[in-house]
């Protein structure tokens, strides 16, 4: 015995209200999309400055250690006060 199915058709107050809801929600979606990307830019943009400042310090470092190599400074003086390793200096002092 086969049962007739009865098809829901909502009424228009109720689809107006699903409509509605569902506006909120993707307006709410939307801007905290929005949010995200501008937090996310915010930190790679903090995480790209730190690098750079980091960057800078290791190349001022190795103009420091560059230096006193010059001068005549010992290897180990130049680790001590650069903090640069003795690999990394040695490198430079093949370099020249």
Request: proline content about 2%.
């Amino acid at each position: 015995m086969r049962q007739s199915r009865v098809k829901y058709i909502p009424s228009i107050e109720v689809k107006d209200h699903f409509e509605k809801k569902l506006k909120t929600i993707h307006q709410a979606f939307k801007e905290e999309i929005k949010l995200t990307k501008k937090q996310s830019k915010e930190k790679g943009k903090k995480q790209g400055r730190q690098e750079g400042i980091r960057i800078g310090q290791e190349k001022g470092k190795m103009e420091i250690a560059k230096s006193m190599l010059q001068e005549g400074d010992p290897v180990e003086k130049i680790i001590r006060i650069t903090g640069l390793s003795i690999k990394q200096v040695e490198q430079l002092n093949q370099v020249d």
